[in-house]
């Protein structure tokens, strides 16, 4: 919150309405984002992990990981205790649930809808075949799997996304993850071109700033998928850099 002697009172409000999630709820956005104009999108974003991805080096450029990447049929087994049929049934599908929007964004973006919740439908869709993804330290090292990433399924996927009242629609296409009976989810870079409902990310005096979006989404065993959506905004000011983070919505969805 280093930032608030430029602004104003009402935007220093504002800042620290959804300044309270800096430094933790809202994970660093990643870069090289699609995008697409209006009407509805071909699938754009790439996702990795959500909770797994927390102290992983492994598979980025100089990694000392190597990782032995298998296809996987629906009746073999895998070994984290499950099939793979289970294992996709688990992450596609419809859900249906409702959207919040946070005070925060309400007060920070344009187009927020007015009111705070909307209900919400997720149609997730396979693309490709379960892989089984195993990353192991190079022949004759140790095997990190806290450097190198623990042993996990991965599924191609499209999501698409809409809500009754318009106001957050699109279709991304993304990387499903599976760790163990728990941990399952997905983190997904968005643009704000990316989106085609009413929500198109805009800002209210915040002239300069980059914004950026991030949608997480986490699966659990009784068939719910739960997430939040964040953003983060970043400026330079000569050589001094400027930014902030936080909330703009959180989801809670049954399957249908």
Known sequence: MQRLTRLGAKEAIVLLVIGVAEGGCVPGVEQGFGGSGGGDPAPSGTSTGPRA??????????SPCEAAISDLTPDQSTPLGFSAAEAQKRVTG?????????????????DAPAEPTTAMTVEITATGALRLVDERG?????????A???RRLELGATVRISTADGSFAGMWALTLRIESREVAGFSL???????????????????GFAFKLKLDGDFTGAGELSGIMGFSAERMTGNQGEGFAGPIATFAAKRV
């Open 53 to 62: 991805q927390a102290g992983r080096a492994g598979m980025g450029p100089g």
């Open 94 to 110: 419809a859900f249906q649930g409702t959207l919040s929007w946070t005070a925060g964004a309400i007060a920070t973006f344009a």
């Open 138 to 146: 190079p022949s004759g090292a140790p095997n990190d799997r806290l």
């Open 148 to 150: 190198c990433g623990p």
């Open 189 to 207: 870079a968005l643009a704000p071109a990316d989106l085609v409902g009413t929500f198109r990310a805009k800002p209210r005096d915040m002239k």
